[in-house]
Nanobody, 122 residues
Framework: QVPLVESGGGSVQAGGSLRLSCVGSSDALRTFCMAWFRQAPGKEREWMAIFGDDGWRQYADSVKGRFTISKDIAKNTVYLQMENLKPEDTAMYYC????????????????WGQGIQVTVSS
C-alpha cells in the first residue's frame, strides 16, 4: 500500500468547478494505475476516472466531458478537475492506486486516500 492524501474539496453551486488533488509516492504515480472514485450517502462506491501508467485514461459516462484526470509526476500528484458540477455530483471523493492493470472495481485497489467531501448545491 502507498499513502495517498486528498485535498481540494468543498462546497460549490451548480455549474461551478473544483479541482481535487491526491499526493502519493513517485513510484505509484509512475507505475500504478491511479483512479478517482466517489461515494454518495446510501450508495455504493463508483469509479469516476482512471489513469493508467501508460497514459491511458477513461471516464465514467456520468462525468465524461466534465471531469478530467491528470498527473504531475514532478509533484507526485494526481488531479481531478471537475467542471459544470451538478447536485448529483455531491459525494465523498476518494483517490485510489492499484499496482497492476486499471480496473473499475473498487475492490481491486490496494491503496486509498482518506476521502474528501464535495457538495454541489442547486
Amino acid at each position: 500500500q502507498v499513502p495517498l492524501v486528498e485535498s481540494g474539496g468543498g462546497s460549490v453551486q451548480a455549474g461551478g468547478s473544483l479541482r481535487l488533488s491526491c499526493v502519493g509516492s513517485s513510484d505509484a504515480l509512475r507505475t500504478f494505475c491511479m483512479a478517482w472514485f466517489r461515494q454518495a450517502p446510501g450508495k455504493e462506491r463508483e469509479w469516476m476516472a482512471i489513469f493508467g501508467d501508460d497514459g491511458w485514461r477513461q471516464y465514467a459516462d456520468s462525468v465524461k466531458g466534465r471531469f478530467t484526470i491528470s498527473k504531475d509526476i514532478a509533484k507526485n500528484t494526481v488531479y481531478l478537475q471537475m467542471e459544470n458540477l451538478k447536485p448529483e455530483d455531491t459525494a465523498m471523493y476518494y483517490c485510489a492506486a492499484r499496482n497492476g492493470a486499471c480496473s473499475a472495481a473498487s475492490s481491486s485497489y490496494e491503496s486509498w486516500g482518506q476521502g474528501i467531501q464535495v457538495t454541489v448545491s442547486s
